[in-house]
Nanobody, 125 residues
């Protein structure tokens, strides 16, 4: 079955940048719509954005619009979450998720079938 692995998390200064990666061995990720989510301790999951599996269009939550970018590198079978202007907050675990259902346009799918284990991001001085 599909197993996703996130990487690239760590400690970053406020206003800094970080790039997270989402990979899957044995599967071609360009066939899947990919969503990014984050969860802080005691909080529910927050949707960050998504990239579709038709023409590569993306959509983002208002809270990250203009600061985060999702992209694909099909040669590396990887989906990236590039984060800029990171804000001080409680440490959060960032997850990628996949769904083989065909997504068109820039509207994220309502649910995802496969999830990674997450990678933690801490923004602090």
């Amino acid at each position: 079955q599909l197993q996703l692995v996130e990487s690239g998390g760590g400690l970053v200064q406020p206003g800094g940048s970080l790039r997270l990666s989402c990979t899957a061995a044995g599967f071609t990720l360009d066939a899947y719509a990919i969503g990014w989510f984050r969860q802080a301790p005691g909080q529910g999951q927050e949707g960050i954005g998504c990239i579709n599996n038709s023409d590569g269009r993306t959509d983002y939550a208002d809270s990250v619009e203009g600061r985060f970018t999702i992209s694909r590198d099909n040669a590396k079978n990887t989906v990236y979450l590039q984060m800029h202007s990171l804000k001080t907050d409680a440490p959060a675990v960032y997850y990628c998720a996949a769904n083989p259902f065909k997504q068109y346009g820039s509207t994220c799918l309502a649910q995802y079938d496969y999830w990674g284990q997450g990678t933690q991001v801490t923004v602090s001085t």
